[in-house]
């Protein structure tokens, strides 16, 4: 299993990032797929998941109404669009998929900052 994210970034209070997430050496397309994030000096937490055939997502109280996550099972891909982003967003945020065991990728940093 690999997952690579990409699309992180520094933008301002306010703005607006995608997060990509290549999903390669297992079905994709039969697995739920989630973006967590961590902080500086905090837990890694879950911020959105989506259920195999988008029919479902569920979200971080922090998040929800401005993030979305989505996914393209034709590319392998899971997306997590980001609006109206805050400071306190700052994070290296993660993409998970739990198959036999938990999988993650490297991560992407994104930071918040004027």
């Known amino acids: 299993v690999q997952l690579v994210e990409s699309g992180g970034g520094l933008v301002q209070p306010g703005g607006s990032l995608r997060l990509s997430c290549a999903a390669s050496?297992?079905?994709?397309?039969?697995?739920?797929m989630s973006w967590y994030r961590q902080a500086p000096g905090k837990e890694r937490e879950m911020v959105a998941t989506i259920t195999s055939t988008s029919s479902n997502t569920d979200y971080a109280d922090s998040v929800k109404d401005r993030f979305t996550i989505s996914r393209d099972n034709a590319k392998n891909t899971v997306y997590l669009q980001m609006n109206s982003l805050r400071p306190e967003d700052t994070a290296v945020y993660y993409c998970?998929?739990?198959?036999?065991?938990?999988?993650w990728g490297q991560g992407t940093q994104v930071t918040v900052s004027s």
């Open positions: 998970n998929v739990w198959t036999t065991r938990d999988y």
């Open positions: 050496g297992f079905t994709f397309s039969s697995y739920f």
